[in-house]
């Protein structure tokens, strides 16, 4: 399992070439406490930086990237119901969809943990 993160504060944790793809503590704490969180639906494709999420907290509304081109194979429905998951947990439970790579190479130039904290510094 590899874990890598985006510019944009997503974290992907790559495992069989499937991401399971979520907001990193840093853009949770940013937001503030989530109201609402919208899901791509299972099957979209998206290409790299896409619009695939749409999350409101209240301070602010933002998109959550696709951080890499593939398919939605799994969305978590749980923070739909609970959007404070991704506040409590936006590591663990508080994960947005899983996402078939359509390219697993291309995480490879993404932040590992070391570079992304030393991005938000």
Do not use: R
């Amino acid at each position: 399992m590899t874990i890598k993160f985006t510019e944009e504060h997503e974290w992907l944790k790559i495992e069989d070439g499937v991401a399971t793809v979520g907001i990193t503590a840093h853009a949770a704490e940013q937001l503030g406490d989530l109201v609402f969180v919208e899901l791509p639906e299972v099957g979209a494709k998206f290409d790299k930086n896409d619009d695939a999420a749409t999350v409101e907290s209240v301070k602010a509304a933002s998109d959550v990237f696709c951080p890499l081109a593939g398919e939605i194979t799994e969305v978590n429905e749980a923070i739909a119901d609970k959007p404070e998951l991704v506040n409590e947990q936006p590591m663990g439970d508080g994960w947005f969809f899983k996402l078939k790579l359509d390219n697993p190479a291309d995480a490879d130039p993404l932040m590992d943990e070391a570079a992304y904290k030393e991005f938000i510094a």
